[in-house]
């Protein structure tokens, strides 16, 4: 430890003490900027202490790792090193030791674990097995068209709510509708059933009761009988080969802006944009990960929210989990500032007046939306 100047009036702090009363306690906030090249990463980290001690790092990576998704994210592993400190070993965990607690916390927090032991692996396995959950070409089959698919989505959107089933059901049931729509044949008069034998199929999965399938049929006018609901529900399950797992973007959402410490009001309009998503059919080729970032970001931008220090650190932190590069990130904020700017004119208006009640603070009405695309340049 360096000796007291003459002109100080208090000792020095000691660096090895307070970096290990840091480590031991919650761990601090995080200021950072990441640098991608290829093979190597590069991070500067400024991380937030008391005393307002600022330490920088800079993370590089074992050795060159395939990318995980076609625009070269490389996801693990990595290594923390300490530059321009010598002898504070302890800092080398201290930011992966940061993102695990809030993690964990946040997952707890959004009640989406049942025990917190294996929170960690839990959101690893999330981060892993989304790259399976987007599809590889926004193509439709012959005589599908993107607003064919738009007003079925909008219309099982309508009938989720009729039926007050839980979020998570209506974003797999699209899900399961983008995977049906390349995977089996169906014709244009079968596709009403086959967006009702999804939202089912993914009800069975998610809620805890279910409706008969004659109320089903009821919400279809009777267009369809019994037996060609449950013909049609078979013919869902082999194209899928009986594959239902899916990390819907919801919950990277919700899990993002637990960790940034968002309001309610971000939340909230953030979860409007991503709900808009569904209506695009050419964002069916993002990660989940990567639609939920874009509709935080584009959430913060339009409510410009008064920020805080401790909200900043907070939004660097979660800006470090962010799968895939900046030109992905702006690209998917564009289509939602063009989709949120259009929705109260458009036809499929479900979502638009789902989001306009108090219960959901009004986003969808926001001002604020109407000049998304400025913000954005468009």
């Known amino acids: 430890m360096a000796r007291t100047g003459f002109c100080d009036t208090k000792p020095l702090l000691d660096l090895h003490k307070k970096v290990c009363s840091v480590c031991s306690t919650d761990p601090v906030l995080i200021i950072c900027s990441i640098i991608v090249k290829s093979g190597v990463y590069k991070i500067k980290l400024t991380v937030l202490i008391r005393g307002d001690i600022n330490f920088f790092f800079f993370v590089s990576t074992y050795a060159p790792v395939p990318p995980c998704v076609a625009d070269g994210c490389v996801e693990e592993p990595v290594l923390l090193y300490p530059h321009g400190l010598q002898g504070l070993p302890s800092l080398q965990v201290l930011v992966p030791s940061l993102l695990r607690h809030e993690v964990e916390k946040a997952l707890e927090k959004l009640d989406l674990i049942w ?3 294996y929170a960690w692996e839990m959101f690893l396995d999330m981060m892993r097995t989304q790259t399976h959950n987007c599809l590889p070409s926004a193509d439709l089959p012959r005589y599908f068209t993107d607003a064919t698919r738009a007003i079925l989505v909008d219309w099982l959107i309508q009938v989720h709510e009729i039926m007050h089933f839980q979020d998570e059901t209506l974003y797999l049931a699209i899900h399961l509708l983008n995977c049906s729509l390349r995977l089996i044949k169906v014709t244009t008069a079968n596709l009403q059933l086959l967006g009702m034998v999804c939202l089912f199929i993914a009800a069975k999965k998610e809620e805890c009761l279910l409706p008969e399938v004659s109320g089903l049929c009821s ?8 037996h060609q609901l449950l013909r049609m529900e078979r013919k869902v399950l082999s194209g899928l080969k009986f594959e239902l ?24 309009m953030a979860r409007y944009l991503l709900e808009l998503s569904l209506l695009e059919g050419q964002c069916v080729v993002f990660l989940p990960a ?22 900043e650190a907070a939004w660097c932190l979660v800006s470090s989990i962010h799968v895939g590069s900046e030109a992905t990130l702006l690209k998917i904020m564009h289509i939602l500032a ?9 036809e499929t ?7 306009s009640c108090p219960e959901t603070m009004q986003v969808s009405r926001h001002p604020g939306l109407k000049n998304a695309s400025s913000l954005l340049g468009v």
Do not use: N
Not at 253 to 264: D, H, P, Q, V
Not at 338 to 346: D, E, G, M, N
């Open 115 to 117: 025990d917190r032991t």
């Open 245 to 268: 797992s899916y990390s819907p973007p919801l919950h990277f959402l919700l899990l993002f802006a637990s960790i940034a410490r968002c309001s309610a009001m971000v939340t909230w």
């Open 349 to 355: 208006r479900a979502t638009f007046l789902k989001f």
């Open 338 to 346: 063009s989709v949120a700017a259009k929705a109260q004119t458009r």
């Open 219 to 226: 919400l279809m006018d009777h267009t369809y009988t019994k």
């Open 290 to 311: 990567q639609l939920a970032g874009a509709a935080l970001c584009l959430a913060r931008q339009v409510l410009q929210e008064p920020p805080t220090p401790e909200g």
